[in-house]
C-alpha cells in the first residue's frame, strides 16, 4: 500500500504546497481567461517555483510577461516573453528561469522591488508606464 507524501509532511509544508498551489491557480486563471489564452498559462506552476527559487513576488514575472508579449502571444526573440535583453531561449520554462534569476541578480539584491523601482533600469525609454501596468497586472492577478 502507498502512502500518501502528505503523512510526512509538516503543517509548514502543507500550508505551503497549499499556498503554492493556489498561487499557480491565480497566474494560470489569469493568463487564460482575463488574456485569452496566453500561451504562459501552461507555465505557472514554474512561474511560482522561480519566484520562490529567487525571492521574486510571484505575480512579478507573469505580470512582465503580460506587458512585454501578452503572455507569451507576441514573442521578441525565440521564447523570450519578457522583452529581457537580446536574448532567445530553447524554452519558456528556460525563460522563466533566467529572466527569474536575472531579476534576482539585477534587481532585487539592488533593493528594486517593486515595478516602479525596477521599471528605470528594465525599461528606461517608459518607465513610468511600463511600472504602472505591470503593477496593475500584478494586481489583477491576485483579485483572482
Known amino acids: 500500500e502507498v502512502v500518501p507524501a502528505e503523512v510526512f509532511m509538516s503543517a509548514e509544508q502543507l500550508r505551503e504546497r497549499d499556498l503554492n498551489y493556489q498561487r499557480a491557480k491565480k497566474i494560470e486563471t489569469y493568463l487564460r481567461v482575463n488574456r485569452n489564452n496566453a500561451p504562459l498559462a501552461d507555465y505557472a506552476?514554474?512561474?511560482v517555483e522561480?519566484?520562490?527559487k529567487y525571492g521574486?513576488?510571484?505575480r512579478l514575472l507573469p505580470a512582465i510577461a503580460v506587458m512585454e508579449s501578452g503572455g507569451?502571444?507576441?514573442l521578441f526573440?525565440?521564447?523570450n516573453a519578457w522583452g529581457y535583453g537580446k536574448y532567445s531561449f530553447n524554452s519558456f520554462e528556460?525563460?522563466?528561469e533566467i529572466v527569474g534569476k536575472g531579476l534576482k541578480e539585477g534587481?532585487?539584491?539592488k533593493g528594486r522591488v517593486t515595478p516602479t523601482q525596477i521599471a528605470?533600469?528594465?525599461c528606461p525609454p517608459n518607465a513610468t508606464n511600463w511600472a504602472r501596468s505591470v503593477q496593475k497586472f500584478m494586481n489583477e492577478i491576485e483579485s483572482i
Do not use: Q, T
Request: charged share 30%; aromatic share 20%.
Open 56 to 58: 521574486l513576488d510571484y
Open 107 to 109: 534587481y532585487i539584491d
Open 77 to 79: 526573440r525565440p521564447y
Open 45 to 47: 506552476e514554474k512561474f
Open 94 to 96: 528556460e525563460g522563466i
Open 50 to 52: 522561480v519566484a520562490n
Open 120 to 122: 528605470p533600469l528594465y
Open 72 to 74: 507569451g502571444k507576441s
